[in-house]
């Protein structure tokens, strides 16, 4: 079993729905970073995360530390959104390295 | 700034021959590191490094070495290069540590055959 899971693997949706990733973890972390790999395949970091949430814009990132969860969540969706979400965690007891999930395959239509 | 440069975009190797991928940044990030990318799976962590002279071992380092004698450059060399080799590679880089927001390369696609 992967110490990252994120579901769904795939996700389509109409224009201007919301969206919601989910990020599951099995160990404990001490930070969690959102990252989003465009079509061509450039990745940029959304958010990192400890506790709490964040909002950048349209996007609201959630991490339950309790629960090993975290939530990216999508406001007014818009087909430039289409992209593949991924998250990944530093372990606790682990050096400065992350763990990726295998990523969410995001296509928003017009 | 460029950011995380990497080159080359593309390369096509013969299984045996070895090759260097290049990784540059000009943001004066002391955390550098090496990934590859494969269909079905995650980012997997090749190497790391938290400062210039200092380089560590990620999760799938066999048949990969790398060295830090600058703050900007992170080359990624392949001794011996085998179609299990054949990837997406990227390089990103951070202020001194993992939990910083990170910066990636575009990366290079390599092709062994």
């Known amino acids: 079993k992967n110490e990252v899971e994120q579901s769904p693997q795939n996700l389509t949706a109409q224009e201007g729905e919301f969206i919601t990733i989910n990020c599951s973890y099995s160990?404990?972390?001490?930070?969690l970073h959102w990252l989003q790999q465009h079509p061509g395949g450039g990745i940029v970091s959304l958010f990192m995360?400890?506790?709490g949430k964040k909002k950048h814009g349209r996007l609201i990132a959630t991490i339950n530390i309790q629960e090993k969860h975290s939530s990216l969540h999508i406001t007014a969706s818009h087909p430039r959104d289409s992209a593949v979400y991924i998250c990944?965690?530093?372990?606790?007891?682990?050096?400065?390295?992350?763990?990726f999930g295998q990523g969410t395959r995001l296509t928003i239509n017009p | 700034n460029a950011g995380v440069t990497q080159t080359p975009k593309f390369q096509v190797l013969k299984t045996g021959q070895s090759m260097t991928l290049q990784c540059a940044q000009d943001?004066?990030?002391?955390?550098m590191s090496w990934y590859r990318q494969d269909p079905g799976m995650g980012l997997r962590l090749i190497h790391y490094?938290?400062?210039?002279?200092?380089?560590d071992q990620g999760e799938v380092p066999n048949g990969y070495n790398v060295s830090r004698s600058t703050t900007e450059d992170f080359p990624l060399r392949l001794l011996s290069a085998a179609p299990s080799q054949t990837s997406v590679y990227f390089c990103?880089?951070?202020?001194?540590?993992?939990?910083?927001?990170?910066?990636f390369g575009p990366g290079t696609r390599l092709l062994v055959l």
């Open positions: 990103a880089s951070s202020h001194w540590d993992i939990q910083e927001t990170q910066y």
């Open positions: 160990v404990g972390i001490s930070a």
């Open positions: 995360l400890s506790s």
């Open positions: 990944a965690v530093r372990l606790i007891q682990g050096a400065q390295k992350l763990v």
């Open positions: 943001m004066n990030h002391e955390y």
């Open positions: 490094s938290v400062g210039a002279g200092i380089t």
